[in-house]
């Protein structure tokens, strides 16, 4: 019809979404809009709808205000959902209905809120005095049906978060872990009177209550408190288990890594194998920790990865979810400058931003940042690159460069894994959100050959930054920033006096350095530069060079370096071993490369430690 417009058109024409204009269709907040088979046919003088329109056309003051806060740092469902601009993810709820399996595992990077939709599981599911419904009411599962409606608020909860256990010794951990528990046993003090509970049971509740178990005790207090909610309430429970991986983490990194790992066994063991007094069970981590034996015998454990479809829409926002929030934000033009900086995510199937940093750009008035950061995993990327070999450098600075790379996956990568095998990097900062998956190609074992890049322009900033976070405690920024001028100006002597007293400074850090370490200093010195490309042991000539600094502007010199280590060597040999480096870079022409790309002056180092000692010749 002539006088009618379709959605499409009319979504180009007020620059909103075409799933927006539906929904202003069905509310009849568009004039004159009728559905004509499955699509509305909009009349072409309608006007463009406001967010107070009611259906009569006539506009009122609204009692809510004009914009919603934004949800900072939110993860309390009720309150998320009911006074912040919230993103609706409750069909979650229906796809586990209908699938509900026994126990779910969900794997995602920090921040990208796991910890938000477990507590909207909770308030779902749980069993309270308070009617729950009221905050489902208005949200998509609600409209799914009575088949869905009927499990709102109908199980007993344990809910249980790990993610602020983060201290340096297992006696520290235990007692935060008791407190965590002991807090959880205040939340069903109804069990304190429960006269379906015996004396028996009342006696370890009050145990765990108290705080005063043992390690024993504490490793069945799920098996226990589901025990105890099940003879109350005469319906098993629903536990979710938040961060679980948090004080494995920090276990590996603070040297109590076998006792949370037998610990975390048994609780799970208790609590979710074989458990007649559990309904259903929710995790959610960064690491599957599969062959940690942690799940040893789950057989009815259901494993959500980042490269698995299922559920991949509910964490982080979806390029829908991002545009109506940059509509409703009145910012619809930033939509292009949300998509170089914070999407690229790719989940299963579903293209995926960074929830974090989406809500934190809209709060600090569009200018964009790198907002996101880890939460302890940049301390094992330092680690691991400390034990790397030249290929893993070569790599990763191919990355900040913007080139990709196939490599294999392994999604139930774990900790001492990665440090005894550096090669599982690749695995750790796809599941840790440095990376994201362009092509998967199934391998055995059924993991998988994926081909990974950075994801956007925030992660490009905050990986420069993170991969060479291992330097920061040897390497003061002053320093730091003088040894780069040092090398862009070709001034040796000051150079080396620089490199010399920062080794001399970190004496002990060296004692066993070879030159794969001397190689990532280096390296990362070099990448701190900007306006340049960095790369590692890049054919050229006749050969490869150890480390190469390409200008961005030709006008600036190229820098080629070529390292030597050896131990215990003398003044003499390692002034040697200094020119021996330059030389073979002018044999081999390493410069020819930068030459050929009408690169006017390259400066060469040659390169020799011994310990905490440093010679530099330059050409």
């Not at 609600?142 to 199980?155: F, H, N, S, T």
């Not at 090398?487 to 970190?506: A, E, H, R, V």
């Amino acid at each position: 019809m002539a006088d009618t417009m379709l959605v499409k058109e009319a979504a180009k024409l007020w620059n909103l979404t075409e799933r927006r204009i539906s929904g202003l269709c069905r509310e009849g907040k568009i004039k004159g809009a009728k559905k004509q088979g499955r699509s509305w046919l909009i009349p072409v003088d309608a006007e463009k709808p406001v967010d107070n329109r009611i259906k009569s056309g006539a506009y009122v003051k609204s009692s809510r205000p004009a914009n919603l806060p934004l949800p900072v740092g939110i993860s309390d469902y009720r309150l998320a959902s009911s006074e912040y601009y919230y993103i609706d993810k409750t069909m979650m709820i229906k796809d586990f209905i209908d699938e509900r399996p026994m126990v779910s595992l969900f794997t995602r990077p920090r921040r990208f809120g796991k910890t938000l939709t477990m507590d909207m599981l909770r308030t779902f599911f749980e069993k309270t005095d308070e009617d729950t419904s009221v905050y489902f009411k208005d949200k998509k599962i609600w409209a799914c049906g009575e088949k869905y409606r009927q499990y709102q608020g109908k199980y007993p909860v344990i809910f249980i978060t790990f993610k602020d256990i983060k201290f340096d010794s297992w006696e520290k951990t235990f007692d935060a872990i008791k407190d965590v528990f002991s807090k959880e046993a205040q939340r069903h003090s109804e069990l304190r009177t429960s006269d379906r509970c015996d004396e028996f049971d009342k006696k370890i509740f009050e145990k765990l209550l108290s705080g005063e178990v043992n390690e024993v005790e504490l490793s069945g207090a799920l098996l226990d408190l589901s025990h105890m909610l099940h003879k109350h309430y005469g319906i098993a429970p629903i536990i979710i288990i938040d961060e679980y991986d948090i004080p494995i983490q920090q276990g590996y990194m603070k040297n109590y890594y076998d006792q949370i790992i037998l610990f975390m066994r048994n609780l799970f063991s208790g609590g979710l194998k074989d458990n007649k007094h559990l309904s259903y069970g929710f995790l959610t981590g960064i690491l599957r920790v599969a062959k940690e034996s942690i799940f040893s015998g789950l057989n009815n454990l259901t494993v959500n990865s980042v490269l698995d479809n299922k559920y991949s829409a509910y964490f982080g926002f979806t390029s829908e979810e991002v545009k109506e929030m940059a509509e409703y934000y009145g910012v619809a033009d930033k939509y292009d400058e949300l998509c170089e900086w914070y999407d690229g995510y790719r989940f299963g199937k579903t293209e995926i931003f960074n929830p974090w940093s989406v809500i934190n750009y809209f709060n600090n008035e569009c200018e964009p940042r790198a907002f996101w950061q880890s939460t302890g995993s940049n301390e094992i990327i330092g680690e691991i690159i400390a034990e790397a070999d030249t290929e893993i450098y070569n790599r990763l600075t191919a990355l900040v460069n913007g080139e990709t790379f196939t490599t294999y996956i392994d999604t139930g990568v774990i900790y001492p894994q990665i440090k005894n095998n550096p090669s599982t990097i690749y695995s750790f900062l796809l599941v840790a959100g440095y990376l994201k998956v362009l092509r998967t190609t199934p391998s055995f074992n059924g993991d998988f050959m994926c081909e990974v890049a950075l994801p956007n322009k925030e992660i490009s900033l905050v990986y420069h930054k993170e991969i060479l976070q291992q330097l920061d405690n040897i390497i003061p920024q002053s320093i730091a920033i003088s040894i780069q001028e040092a090398i862009f100006s070709g001034d040796n002597t000051k150079l080396k006096s620089l490199i010399q007293t920062l080794l001399t400074q970190s004496v002990s850090s060296f004692d066993t350095a070879g030159e794969n370490f001397y190689h990532g200093f280096m390296l990362g010195l070099c990448a701190l530069l900007g306006g340049s490309f960095v790369s590692s042991n890049r054919e050229s000539g006749n050969g490869r060079y150890d480390i190469g600094l390409k200008p961005k502007n030709k006008n600036l010199p190229g820098i080629l370096i070529e390292l030597k280590a050896e131990k215990d060597c003398t003044g003499d040999h390692l002034k040697k071993l200094s020119e021996t480096a330059l030389q073979q870079m002018i044999d081999k022409k390493y410069d020819a490369e930068m030459m050929m790309e009408g690169i006017k002056t390259i400066y060469k180092y040659g390169v020799a430690f011994s310990g905490k000692n440093v010679e530099i010749t330059v050409e």
